[in-house]
């Protein structure tokens, strides 16, 4: 058994298709879904959502950084409404690097209230940067995205 799966933004629709499996970055932590989930509406915080399909060689067909969005799953359904989406394609490699590296930085000096915005920004850098280092891993393969 297999989830159906839509993720589009207010401009596209990104994937539509069969996966056995799920995983979105939800406020409070990482949120796997499988065929038969209980019904959960979710708000998604900025970072790397993955969707593991049965017909690709390395089981992953979409991993993308989403930018914040909500996640309906139902028992053999999971729509997820994205505010923003980039792909491996749209990220500079070399930008991502420094991106995190200034993101640390910035963690360091953060005091009070600072603080999780900074963790946030790092969060989302460090998912930018495993999404393209993936998408060249593939590339390099041979293997379809």
């Keep these: 058994m297999n989830l159906s799966v839509l993720v589009a933004t207010a401009e596209q629709e990104v994937f539509r298709g069969e996966a056995f499996k799920v995983v979105a970055p939800g406020k409070a932590g990482e949120i796997a879904i499988l065929p038969g989930h209980a019904p959960l509406l979710a708000a998604l915080r900025p970072g790397r959502l993955r969707i ?37 394609a749209d990220i500079d490699q070399s930008q991502a690097e420094k991106a995190v590296k200034q993101a640390k930085e910035h963690l360091v000096s953060a005091r009070g209230k600072d603080i999780d915005r900074a963790m946030l920004i790092l969060e989302l850098a460090l998912a930018r940067l495993k999404v393209v280092s993936q998408g060249r891993r593939l590339q390099s393969h041979g293997e379809r995205r």
Excluded: M
Excluded at 62 to 70: A, S, Y
Excluded at 77 to 87: F, P, Y
């Design 52 to 88: 593991h399909c049965p017909h690709v060689i390395d089981e992953v067909c979409v991993d993308v950084v989403v930018h914040g969005g909500f996640l309906e799953a139902q028992p053999d359904t999971v729509i997820i409404l994205a505010d923003v989406i980039e792909r491996a």
